[in-house]
């Protein structure tokens, strides 16, 4: 018989995710937010092999504040996506499963996105 007293709805906000699920999650909307910025990135390609005119105009764009912004974003989402891509590609091999194993593989997969994302950006930008 079920326990009457469990609650109809979660409280999502009062859940505590583990590590692991939040790099999942992470995983998830940094695929969504590479994938969305598809159009840009395309755009931004042809605007700097059509001609030297919007070659130039595409340069003054990106030296905006927001615009160095925004493509942070999207180096942190690919640099995430790519080492959270890693860990799941030996999690499905069996390699890291235990559960000391995969709350520090998702350490590392925070630390090296958040470090090669400074490391990378402070040169770019």
Request: hydrophobic content about 50%; aromatic content about 8%; some cysteine.
């Given at each position: 018989?079920?326990?009457?007293?469990?609650?109809?709805?979660?409280?999502?906000?009062?859940?505590?995710?583990?590590?692991?699920?939040?790099?999942?999650?992470?995983?998830?909307?940094?695929?969504?937010?590479?994938?969305?910025?598809?159009?840009?990135?395309?755009?931004?390609?042809y605007?700097?092999l059509?001609?030297?005119?919007?070659?130039?105009?595409?340069?003054?764009?990106?030296?905006?504040?927001?615009?160095?912004?925004?493509?942070?974003?999207?180096?942190?989402?690919?640099?995430?996506?790519?080492?959270?891509?890693?860990?799941?590609?030996?999690?499905?091999?069996?390699?890291?499963?235990?559960?000391?194993?995969?709350?520090?593989?998702?350490?590392?997969?925070?630390?090296?996105?958040?470090?090669?994302?400074?490391?990378?950006?402070?040169?770019?930008?």
């Amino acid at each position: 018989m079920m326990n009457k007293k469990r609650p109809k709805h979660l409280a999502l906000h009062k859940i505590k995710l583990p590590l692991p699920g939040f790099v999942s999650i992470l995983h998830r909307v940094s695929g969504l937010f590479l994938f969305l910025s598809l159009p840009l990135l395309l755009w931004m390609l042809y605007a700097s092999l059509r001609s030297i005119e919007t070659y130039t105009r595409l340069l003054d764009i990106l030296h905006h504040p927001l615009s160095k912004l925004v493509l942070i974003g999207l180096l942190w989402s690919f640099l995430h996506h790519f080492c959270a891509g890693i860990r799941y590609l030996a999690l499905d091999l069996n390699i890291g499963t235990s559960l000391a194993q995969a709350r520090n593989s998702s350490r590392w997969v925070m630390g090296v996105s958040l470090l090669l994302t400074l490391l990378i950006g402070s040169r770019i930008c």
